[in-house]
T-cell receptor
Framework: QKEVEQNSGPLSVPEGAIASLNCTYS??????FFWYRQYSGKSPELIMS????GDKEDGRFTAQLNKASQYVSLLIRDSQPSDSATYLC?????????????FGTGTKLQVIP | DAGVTQSPTHLIKTRGQHVTLRCSPI?????VSWYQQVLGQGPQFIFQ???????GRGNFPDRFSARQFPNYSSELNVNALLLGDSALYLC?????????????FGSGTRLTVV
């Protein structure tokens, strides 16, 4: 079982719609959760972090965390063509005495004008 | 303020050669982590350094080594390069080794092994 799982996509949504990206993780002891955006040929950029159950909103982005279900999601409202990128879910957890951040394989999002 | 600086940006090496990749973290950040990202995959953890000590190592062969200097910059070394080492190598800077607040990545080094 992969430590962090994401659907690779591509997820296609029309401009102005809500894009919903999902992620599950295997380590119940995980403590912090992140979403990174990666444009083609570029390095990942942190867009959201969430540490407790519930929702966290930042502009058009909402991160949702459910530790009981080991599930993290990212909602992008009013999707724009500039949101087209790969979205990486990352989870921080203990790994033999140190904290390690593990990434999923990413979900490719395509926003259609 | 300068962000995370990685050098070189691109590199082409021949199988069997050695390569050194360099990273300077954000000023004030004491931790550097290295990741390998193969095309179409998520970043894979290689090393984590904090306060000049190795904190963790991912599932990579001993051909991979790294170190962190007193100014918190870091080097990643790969010996006896294989074609499969071709990837984007990412340096992640964070205040603490835990990565609690998330990482800031450098622009990466694109390594091609031929």
């Amino acid at each position: 079982q992969k430590e962090v799982e994401q659907n690779s996509g591509p997820l296609s949504v029309p401009e102005g719609a809500i894009a919903s990206l999902n992620c599950t993780y295997s380590d119940r002891g995980s403590q912090s959760f992140f979403w990174y955006r990666q444009y083609s040929g570029k390095s990942p950029e942190l867009i959201m972090s969430i540490y407790s159950n519930g929702d966290k909103e930042d502009g058009r982005f909402t991160a949702q965390l459910n530790k009981a279900s080991q599930y993290v999601s990212l909602l992008i409202r009013d999707s724009q063509p500039s949101d087209s990128a790969t979205y990486l879910c990352a989870v921080n957890g203990d790994s033999g005495g140190y904290q390690k951040v593990t990434f999923g394989t990413g979900t490719k999002l395509q926003v259609i004008p | 303020d300068a962000g995370v600086t990685q050098s070189p940006t691109h590199l082409i090496k021949t199988r069997g050669q050695h390569v050194t990749l360099r990273c300077s973290p954000i000023s004030g950040h004491k931790s550097v982590s290295w990741y390998q990202q193969v095309l179409g995959q998520g970043p894979q953890f290689i090393f984590q350094y904090y306060e000049k000590e190795e904190r963790g190592r991912g599932n990579f062969p001993d051909r991979f080594s790294a170190r962190q200097f007193p100014n918190y910059s870091s080097e990643l070394n790969v010996n006896a390069l294989l074609l499969g080492d071709s990837a984007l190598y990412l340096c992640a800077s964070s205040l603490q080794g835990s990565g609690w607040g998330g990482y800031t990545f450098g622009s990466g080094t694109r390594l091609t092994v031929v």
